[in-house]
């Protein structure tokens, strides 16, 4: 670590580097690192043996409410998460699933009685559960799914039942092995009819480890990846649980049998609901946004010292990193892991503010928390994907060397491959980004046409994102300095690149409207379906608008110094990168002439020229911990 | 299969329908389908007795020499590695290991000495082998081995010896488990000093499959894919082999001790030798192409039937192949794979003139060599790519099933990355394709202005490919027909597609060659260097251009009717989404305006929308066997 590294890395931790640092120094390799090859059942084996040990040393408990014995904040078991997303995935995931998934729904679905009966257990592991959403017929419309849960007034009982093959609950984390309880979600339905989806408990194992009566469980077997979470099925057959066990918070029976809820709305309360899980997205956002920062750790320094091919004249081999196509492959994806770690570093604390201990709740943070949830859902997307190429990337940059398990890049790529489209498939998450925007949008509708629409919206969004800081105002300090002299200014004015990222948003936002404003009941299909490509890419430009910002501000809050001065480059290649690969797009409109076009590719080029000889600071100030990189091929040659 | 499926059918399999057809109908899925989950002992167990039931029947005898047991002919090979490639890809490596790489080897490198001892029980399968090229310190840089093989006048013998940690053979297949014998690659040494890098049979287990005194045979252990390829190191330890163990097609030491060869020059010779090896590209992406394939056929059967999310006022769900999005995701790709399909086929037509059992030989032949070398190259490269990516992205369109072992994407995908560096890395691939055009480019060089030379290369190459069909004849009146109406030619013109090919490959290559130009020997290695993503685009422009022209004279040969009809809108979608991508590039250079740039992606959509309820007669139309697709999600819901 040098100075300048370790400035950097305090600027990437942010508001939880403490944690991040306890973190560091505190969790041993063995504690979270996989061993390639060992079959299924040794996999979950050592994954549940982890996960206790894990618990017993405390870190079950972050994140849960004090008075249940809950340590730290919200905002903290996502940037736990982070940090053992540098450990083994599939550990990962089964800590997700038990702390995150199931015991978070307790939480936040549940109330008191569940709470006192339930949390202690969870957080020290003595309960292992799991999240049962997810059926044959339904990931992604959840709000379509099969499983009934019945009142049965004459016995004060609700009957969880499965009644079609494709009802059958599946992909569930813990299921297949440890289970004790499930969180179920099914259509509940009393008396007076159905109320929408709701979560249940539903014990699915009796102390022995076999299923329960009523309760078939299955195995998921093997899977393209994360071998040590045992993912199963459910299916229920007129299963019967106390009334109590209904997670009540925001719907209940009440003790005549008639449904309750302080919201009327079916569908507002089932988004509601949803609503209060949007950790999960977080932490997959952030736990990918870890993995892609360790394939280039290890990739970036088997670079800096792998040698092939001799320079004309030269006997010496040259070191692969110094040529361009190497540093093109790693370095904008280098310097895009540092934008999206600040982008998300800005989520967990937004997620901290709105579902902490100390949030407020009320009307605006129902507005704040609607923001959130699309940014979230943009973010996780933009991030999975991220992570997946990086990861590919990386492994094909290491040769055939990066093939072998033992340096690391193979599981992580395996593992980290369905995050795309766990936790919501990242297309439907984009879709979701979009609807969220257009929502605002139509709130605004009034007479105002579209491109005042646009940038009324663009404005609320961000200023609901940077309210809490000074940091809209310099970004519009920078932007107005760049206004109408776009051709002229630098290709790495600060303000210059913004202003392309905020051109290419809301012009795509505001098209896209003008489409779908066309939409009668008879086309509605129709025209939203023609418009998806379109619609997919308002969404992801916003998203990136949303990263650069935090970017952007985040260097620029920076004390002038060494460390300033190369993150402004890090983050310019970041920007010109960017631009770069949407370059079809500023050219058909008007937004680059071509001759410029052409200078952000040299400018990229120049970049990755420019970092080069700073490589291994940028990878050190990552912060990872060097016991988890025990790649052989990232350990420097002379070691 | 109906009759315009089976039509299309004919056109795709090509030269070699017969012996597909043949393959489809004799493998029983059993013999080349792996199973998820067997630990890498079991993996390496099942492929090693599935290798040597296929020998049995007769698979080992595809493309060796009729005079010693060999059969079909050399073109049949690849065309059989192909359609084994819709089985495990372990088997398919393992297979290319023991009869493509190593007998192959034994076969073109070797001579009468060498073919009567060995090559029967080669193709029996009684001789296991390797092909011991990639050393721990050189896998692309091959001229830079540092493994010694030192001829020993006193004894008539020649001493294999592995000087430093570096020289250990890595990677190797067949090494860590079966192989009796290797072929090694090596620096050969006389007294006279070094001839380079020649190849030699070096045994190395014992019948007992004990590694032979001086051998040190280690174990690379499990990899991110392939689980039942035992891939391994050898080391050696002054090894003595005779000196007939030399493979001595190219280079020999007689008698006296003396080093002879018919070629002097070093370096022509060695690339003389690879140039021999060239099928093992072939076939890498003729396999890489069969799993995109196959993919495909598995992601767009389940997306035909999957539905999810209700469209306004319907009750029931939309299928998720009508969502334009889905459509963008696999139907360009399908397209693309019937391109790569189709070039394929010319180039093992290719492979089989050059080097099949009535190959000529001679000056034109060494011409026509280098250019197949430069096309299989670069189509290695782009269909390995192609398959990866397309793997992938056919995981995410089937959601949490498309993650589940027994839907075989996970494997398939987990299998081919390796094929992106194996073979040769792409990136060097490509770069191999553009040194092979700048070379005739030099020759031609002179007094021409580079458009000129260019214009000349462009034709020498494209007529090489295709002088033995009237098909060159056919593109040229194409292309005449679309000159100068660029903007006013409607998108589904194939003229006016084939000239905005050939103007990328053209214009990319002019300009490249243009800057390197300019090379001295001080700044050679800059000005490369930097010019390297530029380079990289002039190769796989390149390449696009070939692939399209296949698939061009491919539909413009079939007889007019419904098949005929639907291939041309399939070419159309390859052609324009191919330009979609490269949509920056054409604005850049002047070759769209953004008006038609923007038409391009609607007319995409468009084909999109139009090939939908083809898709199952386009799936059916790649002949793969249905026994072979053993994905729940791809049975149709009936059945």
Redesign the interface.
């Known amino acids: 670590m040098t100075a300048v590294s370790d400035e950097i890395r305090v600027v990437l931790d942010g508001a939880w580097g403490d944690l991040r640092q306890r973190v560091r120094h505190e969790l041993k390799p063995e504690q979270i690192l996989g061993e390639?090859?060992q079959?299924?059942a040794e996999q979950r084996a050592r994954v549940t043996r982890q996960l206790l040990a894990l618990a017993d040393a405390g870190y079950g408990r972050i994140g849960f409410p004090a008075q249940y014995g809950g340590e730290l904040d919200y905002g903290a078991s996502c940037v736990a998460f982070e940090m053992q997303a540098y450990g083994d995935l599939s550990l990962l995931v089964k800590l997700g699933v038990q702390f995150g998934l199931f015991g978070g729904a307790v939480t936040r679905l549940g109330t008191e009685r569940h709470h006192s009966a339930y949390l202690a257990d969870i957080m020290s592991g003595k309960l292992l559960g799991s999240f049962g959403m997810?059926e044959v017929g339904?990931?992604?419309?959840v709000q379509?799914l099969e499983t009934t849960a019945t009142y049965d007034p004459a016995t004060s009982e609700i009957v969880i039942h499965t009644p079609t093959a494709s009802a059958v609950k599946?992909?569930i984390g813990n299921a297949a092995q440890d289970a004790q309880m499930a969180v179920v979600f099914a259509q509940l339905i009393t008396n007076e009819g159905g109320h929408g989806v709701h979560a249940l408990l539903v014990p699915v194992r009796d102390e022995a480890g076999n299923a329960l009566p009523g309760v078939t469980i299955g195995d998921?077997?093997?899977?393209?990846?994360l071998p040590g979470v045992d993912n199963g099925t459910f299916a229920f057959d007129q299963v019967r649980v106390p009334k109590a066990n209904l997670l009540n918070a925001f719907g209940d029976i009440d003790d005549s049998g008639t449904y309750v809820s302080d919201i009327d709305n079916e569908n507002r309360r089932f988004f509601t609901m949803l609503g209060t899980l949007v950790r999960g997205r977080v932490c997959v956002g952030g736990g990918s946004g870890s993995s892609a920062k360790k394939a280039l750790a290890i990739a970036i320094r088997y670079g800096d010292h792998r040698r092939?091919?001799?320079?004309?004249?030269?006997e010496q081999?040259?070191v692969v990193l110094?040529?361009?196509?190497h540093q093109?492959k790693l370095l904008p994806r280098l310097a895009k892991s540092y934008a999206l770690s600040l982008a998300q570093n800005i989520v967990t604390e937004r997620l901290e503010e709105l579902h902490g201990a100390g949030a407020a709740g009320g009307e605006k943070d129902q507005e704040a928390q609607r923001e959130l949830e699309t940014r979230v859902a943009g973010l996780k997307a933009v991030t999975t994907w991220h992570a997946?190429e990086t990861i590919?990337v990386c492994?094909?940059a290491c040769?055939?060397a990066?093939?072998?398990?033992?340096n690391q890049?193979?599981?992580m790529?395996?593992d980290v491959?369905?995050f795309?489209?766990?936790e919501g498939?990242?297309?439907v998450l984009l879709q979701l980004v979009a609807k969220g925007l257009l929502t605002e949008y139509k709130e605004l509708w009034g007479d105002l046409d579209p491109a005042a629409m646009v940038g009324m919206v663009s404005k609320q969004i961000a200023e609901g994102a940077v309210e809490r800081t000074t940091g809209r105002a310099r970004l519009q300090k920078m932007l107005d300095l760049a206004k109408g002299r776009d051709d002229d200014s630098a290709l790495d004015d600060r303000g210059w690149q913004l202003s392309m990222f905020e051109q290419r948003a809301d012009h795509t936002l505001e098209t896209v409207a003008k489409r779908l404003r066309k939409a009668t009941?008879d086309n509605?299909?129709q025209l939203f379906?023609?418009a998806?490509?379109h619609v997919?890419l308002a969404a992801r430009t916003h998203i990136d608008r949303i990263v650069m910002e935090a970017f952007a501000e985040a260097v620029d809050a920076m004390e002038d110094g060494p460390a300033k001065a190369l993150m402004d480059r890090v983050c310019s290649l970041y920007a010109l990168a960017s631009i770069e690969e949407d370059?079809?797009w500023f050219?058909?409109?008007?937004r680059l002439t071509?001759t410029r076009?052409?200078a952000v590719?040299a400018q990229v080029?120049q970049l990755c020229a420019d970092l080069r000889p700073h490589v291994l600071t940028l990878v050190d100030a990552l912060g990872i911990p060097d016991g988890l990189i025990t790649a052989p091929i990232a350990a420097s040659p002379g070691a």
């Open positions: 390639p090859g079959s299924v997810t339904h990931g992604s419309n379509r599946t992909y998921n077997g093997v899977k393209a990846g092939q091919f001799e320079a004309p004249g030269d081999e040259v110094d040529y361009l196509a093109r997946l590919q492994r094909e040769g055939g990066g093939y072998m398990a033992e890049l193979g599981q790529r395996a491959d369905v795309t489209t766990f498939d990242n297309t009941k509605a299909f379906n023609g998806q490509d997919l370059k079809a050219l058909e409109h008007g071509t076009s052409r590719t080029n």
